[in-house]
């Protein structure tokens, strides 16, 4: 599958559509997601076009995916919402069809602030 040039992620990197943005490096940018499910829901994303978490472990440069686990760190830092200087989170990566990914750029869901409740629902 090739890169969609025109998901919304790719929009926002852009600087074609707003987000309310909590960080940004030479990496990664993260901003809220618009539809929060829990009282704290942010998104990490690449600055890279990567479709999904298999297209970026395959196809990205170390230097980026070391820049992407430290900027998920970073954030849940600025959110007080790290294990060391709040209650903890959960990190997901929706992948493919059957992971219920909607947009198709490599994003983590950061998602805490209150507890989470189980990992998936049935
Ligand atoms: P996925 O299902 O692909 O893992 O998650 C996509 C996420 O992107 C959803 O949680 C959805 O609410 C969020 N989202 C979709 N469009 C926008 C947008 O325009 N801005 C922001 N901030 N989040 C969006």
Do not use: W
Not at 74 to 94: E, F
Not at 95 to 116: A, D, K, S
């Amino acid at each position: 599958m090739k890169y969609d040039d025109n998901n919304i992620f790719a929009k926002i990197l852009r600087g074609e559509v707003p987000c309310d943005k909590i960080y940004e490096d030479e990496y990664v940018l993260s901003f809220y997601d618009v539809s929060p499910q829990r009282k704290i829901h942010a998104l990490v994303i690449p600055k890279g076009q990567y479709i999904d978490l298999d297209d970026f472990n395959e196809n990205a440069s170390k230097e980026e995916i070391h820049g992407l686990m430290k900027g998920i760190s970073t954030v849940t830092k600025k959110l007080n919402i790290s294990s060391k200087n709040g209650k903890g989170y959960r990190a997901i990566s929706n992948i493919g069809e059957n992971g219920g990914q909607e947009v198709p750029h490599l994003h983590f869901h950061l998602i805490g602030g209150e507890n989470v409740g189980k990992m998936v629902q049935k």
